[in-house]
């Protein structure tokens, strides 16, 4: 009877603690036994037994201290051995045994609800049951008999499985209205009033539409409200990227814990051992050698020879300052820094620099830009405004004037690496890595007419970390502009390694920053938001530390290649042995 009742079917809930239930409110407890009240006992043997561990303690340190043998025992010291076993199974009994069982046996989720039920269930078929004559052997005092047990549902767990969003009658109106086109697709959000909602309506259109599933797409689970109008439009759903930690990364005395969103196996492992062997050899030094964001906008005029009238008026020193007034109207972080002027025939490029604050800043740039090409048409009627940008920025591109001028931060970071930590932790000797260095990343890359590309691979490390923290992945062109040196100090037993990168482009306010992940991610690093003590600072200490994890991923992947490890450690963490079809399903 009770394995039947044990196998009843009941939902399965949330772990909740166990509760007491009584019969009548006089059930017998095990502690009801002691002379004394429980807290009492507890007190007395915690005393008796740090009584004799320190009697016989000072006892033996005499011994010790007066070469007696310790094998001639008092009797007072007898009385003491006692009384620390005693205790000690007391102790032993009241606080260990329980605690034990607990780590051990500790049962399954289903196990404690069913339990929990079972308990409650025969307390109540006890006080059923309870009665006022005496059972006699002819009298039946059995249970009456329970209902057949229920069958038992098992609900197998997918991992990842998204919730099913239930879709109304009037959410079914909307979406044949889409697919028919009469309601316009970009429109639902400001026709619903609820993102998640106009999500989950252009989803299911957009299934129907093209006639592909989208299941293994999220759609819950997201803050739809956060990106309108800023981060995407038009959402469907959202691609998770796991986020793994390499660290911690010590630059300039501080500790960096570096979150990388990656599918590459292998890389944050790398990166990681490269944050090793920079700690172990006393961390990093990063310097800011620049700092302001740049945009270019390209004009037009009827002759060269205006066009080279405006270069000299825009680049004449006298003429700055009134300019900069009218730029720095357009936001109290941006401060214009220099106006650059480049002429291709009658067309005149302007490239205007200037500090953005703890933003990565292109909107401020161009809000300030667009001030001044209003305030000079007074004086150049004849200008003719071809576009805001004109690529002499140049953003999202790979381009000389920023491998030269710079753009965003333009940070130098650099190590020793002991010649210890070179053989021990990243199994090769100085002499290979510099050999490498000259003949990979400087000659090679020069083979290859690279631009700004004398590196192994800046560009996994600053994606990685620009994904995770809600900067532009595009702009990881141009911030992955980066030249790796390598040089043996010390009379040859040291490594020094360097990293300059002359245009990383980061922000911690604005744009992907304020998403919860990227948010989260840049909290991590402590640079969360806009900084309260200087402006920039947050900004500033962020392409440190992209510069840094870039030093730690060029170390360590230059000293695999160096060692032969490239292919054997990616076969081990960037080759799954498991059939993810099958765990999926």
Known sequence: MEAGRRSSTKPVQSLKPTKTVSVDEDLTKASDALPLPLHLSNAVFFTLFFSAVYFLLSHWREKIRTSTPLSVVTFSEIIAILAFVASFIYLLGF?????????????????????????VADVLLRKK??????????LDCSLPPLPPPAPIVTVQKVLDENPVTVLTEEDEEIIKSVVAGTTPSYSLESKLGDCKRAAAIRR????????????????????YESILGQCCEMPVGYVQIPVGIAGPLLINGREYSVPMATTE????????????????????????????????????FGTAKRAADLKLYLEDPDNFDTLAVVFNRSSRFGRLQGIKCAIAGKNLYLRFTCTTGDAMGMNMVS??????????????????????????????????????????????????????????????TVESLVELNML???????????LGGFNAHASNIVTAVYIATGQDPAQNVESSHCITMMEAVNDGKDLHISV??????????????????????LNLLGVKGASKESAGANSRMLAAVVAGA????????????????????????????????????
């Not at 260990?96 to 339990?115: A, K």
């Not at 990979?440 to 690279?450: H, Q």
């Not at 870039?550 to 450690?569: C, D, R």
Request: aromatic share 4%; charged share 20%; with cysteine.
């Open 265 to 300: 196996g292998c890389l944050v492992a790398s990166t990681n051992r490269g944050c090793k062997a920079i700690h172990l050899s006393g961390g990093a030094t990063s310097t800011l050698l620049r700092d302001g964001m740049t945009r270019a906008p390209v004009v037009r």
């Open 440 to 450: 990979k990343n400087l000659t090679g890359s020069a083979m290859a007419g690279a």
């Open 129 to 138: 049951d309870a009665r006022k004559v005496p059972c006699g052997q002819a």
């Open 95 to 119: 606080f260990g045994i329980d605690f034990v069982q607990s780590l051990i046996l500790r049962p399954q989720t289903e196990v404690w609800n069913s339990e929990d039920d079972d308990e």
């Open 204 to 223: 299911e259109a957009l299934q129907r539409l093209t006639g592909k599933s989208l299941e293994g797409l999220p759609l819950d689970g997201f803050d």
């Open 367 to 428: 809000k300030g830009v667009q001030n001044v090409l209003d305030f000079l048409q007074t004086d150049f009627p004849d200008m003719d405004v071809m576009g805001i940008s004109g690529n002499f920025c140049s953003d999202k591109k790979p381009a000389a004037v920023n491998w030269i001028e710079g753009r965003g931060k333009s940070v130098v970071c650099e190590a020793i690496i002991k010649g210890d930590v070179v053989r021990k932790v990243l199994k090769t």
């Open 500 to 521: 300059t990168m002359p245009s990383i482009e980061v922000g911690t306010v604005g744009g992907g920053t304020q998403l919860a992940s990227q948010s989260a991610c």
């Open 550 to 585: 870039v030093l730690a991923g060029e170390l360590s992947l230059m000293s695999a290649l160096a060692a032969g490890q490239l292919v054997k450690s990616h076969m081990k963490y960037n080759r799954s042995n498991k059939d993810v079809s099958k765990a999926s399903s």
